[in-house]
């Protein structure tokens, strides 16, 4: 997450914004200022705007407002997420648009028709707003005044927005609300696998006509559309297959735990013969640590038999607790990147969950849905 540098907080909502943002300002910048195509009603970029301070002034404001925008599509979702109960942790804007970061995505067609709704609706409703103040600005100053160019263009993005929103294919909007659509008459893995199977013939049309017309945008837009829909197929999968799995059910227990005073040369010969990857460090009862196979590598091997667990292992714990969901875990897991929890029951160490019990759990149980 350190890729993303949090903007402030809207509706308690952390609103972050990805470093990649700033190049991508700057091009919208960048393009608006070098572009001039003009219709009867409207002028297309700012091109023609002298001097050039006030060109690249207008240009980089119609930038910025233009991603508060996104922001405020992306606020349309988490406001209707927020009024039926569903955890927002953070809204994270990109340079396609923003991802609000939900705790769980809700297995409930009309609410997630709802939902994937409100963003676009946001959208449009921004573009009539700025179009119109357009036409008044246009008839005051006319239509070559650099706000009336930029009213008018944030419309037209804004609506642009919406309609690339909708597309019919994960991660868009537009995929959700089909998915949503199909899950009211048939079960949710199944909704998913179709809405997600026309996102990627969707996708693999977008790469042909991009490659057609060597349009980069299109062709980078159809490989983001891909991969969105083929995680959002596997992420349902999962989460639907450890449904009413508890950490209990697929921990390891009981577990081994070793001393932090055991040498790394000591620890590796355990591993060898368990053939596990990590343990819990316990002094006196109580659990100090966790060392893994990756702590243990840090350290040369001529220096093992002379370091100790206690000096390498990772202090800082996650705990869960074994009525935790599965499912959960596999979040923290994965968000966390770390391997393996402690399972922790009133103080006391009752067992060790691995990505390994995970992928397990996860194979057995997808038997059930399918
Ligand atoms: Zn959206």
Known sequence: MSSSLEIGRIMGIPVRMHWTIIFIVLFI??????????????????GGVEPAEVRWLFSLLLALILFAC?????????YIALRNGIGIKSITLYFFGGVAAMEEIPRNPSLELKMAFAGPAVSGILGLIFLLAGRETVSYLGISHPLSIMLSNLGLMNLILMAFNLLP?????????????????????KATRRASDIGKI????????????????????????????????????????????TVRD?????????????????????????????YPVMESGKLQGMVTITDLQKVAPERRAGTRVGEVMARELYLIAPEDEAATAMKTM?????????????????????????????????????
């Open 29 to 46: 910048a960048w393009s608006f200022a070098n572009t001039s195509q003009a219709t009867s009603s409207i002028i297309y970029g700012f």
């Open 202 to 245: 969707f996708a693999t049309l977008m790469f042909l006509l991009g490659l057609a017309s060597l349009n980069f945008m299109l062709l980078f837009v159809a490989f983001f559309v891909y991969v969105g829909a083929s995680e959002e197929e596997k992420a349902t999968e999962i989460s639907i297959s450890l449904e009413g799995i």
């Open 70 to 78: 996104v922001a405020l599509h992306e606020l349309g979702h988490s």
């Open 250 to 278: 697929i921990m390891s227990s009981p577990v081994e735990s070793i001393s932090p005073d055991m040498t790394l040369d000591e620890l590796k010969e355990l591993m060898f013969r368990d053939k596990h990857r990590g």
């Open 334 to 370: 994965n968000e966390l990147q770390i391997r393996r929890l402690p399972v922790m029951d009133g103080g006391g160490l009752v067992g060790i969950l691995s990505r390994e019990d995970l992928v397990r759990a996860i194979e057995l149980c997808r038997e059930r849905v399918h």
């Open 169 to 189: 294919a994960f991660p868009m909007d537009g995929g959700r609300l089909l998915r949503a659509w199909f899950a009211f008459h048939m079960p949710y893995v």
